[in-house]
């Protein structure tokens, strides 16, 4: 059987996608429930995974794409984020209280 690969899209890179994919569903399958919060570094997530991990909505996550403050891999018509991505633009992006700011404590 011989693939279709569109053009401009690389192999190795597509490759690496669709294993990736494979090993979420695998893990997502597999995981108990109760190991659900253990995740490994580079485990995909579903924009609605990653919604929830960050406790907003789907919504703002597809709004965070487009702005470009997350990364995102597309398979298909899907996308996908890791996690550990998701964490660090968590991170780089979190608001914080300047230190001239008007906090009445």
């Given at each position: 059987m011989?693939?279709?690969?569109?053009?401009?899209?690389?192999?190795?890179?597509?490759?690496e996608?669709?294993?990736?994919?494979?090993r979420?569903?695998i893990?997502?399958?597999?995981?108990?429930?109760s190991?659900?919060?253990t995740?490994?570094?580079?485990?995909?997530?579903?924009?609605?995974?990653?919604?929830?991990?960050?406790?907003?909505?789907?919504q703002?996550?597809?709004?965070?794409?487009?702005?470009?403050?997350?990364?995102?891999?597309?398979?298909?018509?899907?996308?996908?984020?890791?996690?550990?991505?998701v964490?660090?633009?968590?991170?780089i992006?979190?608001?914080?209280?300047k230190?001239?700011?008007?906090h009445?404590?």
């Amino acid at each position: 059987m011989q693939a279709i690969i569109p053009v401009g899209v690389d192999y190795a890179q597509l490759l690496e996608d669709v294993r990736a994919v494979v090993r979420h569903e695998i893990t997502l399958a597999s995981t108990p429930a109760s190991d659900a919060g253990t995740s490994p570094v580079n485990e995909l997530l579903s924009i609605r995974e990653a919604a929830t991990l960050l406790g907003v909505t789907v919504q703002t996550i597809h709004d965070w794409k487009r702005r470009g403050l997350l990364k995102y891999h597309k398979l298909g018509s899907r996308s996908y984020l890791k996690h550990s991505e998701v964490l660090s633009a968590l991170q780089i992006n979190q608001r914080t209280l300047k230190a001239g700011g008007r906090h009445r404590g």
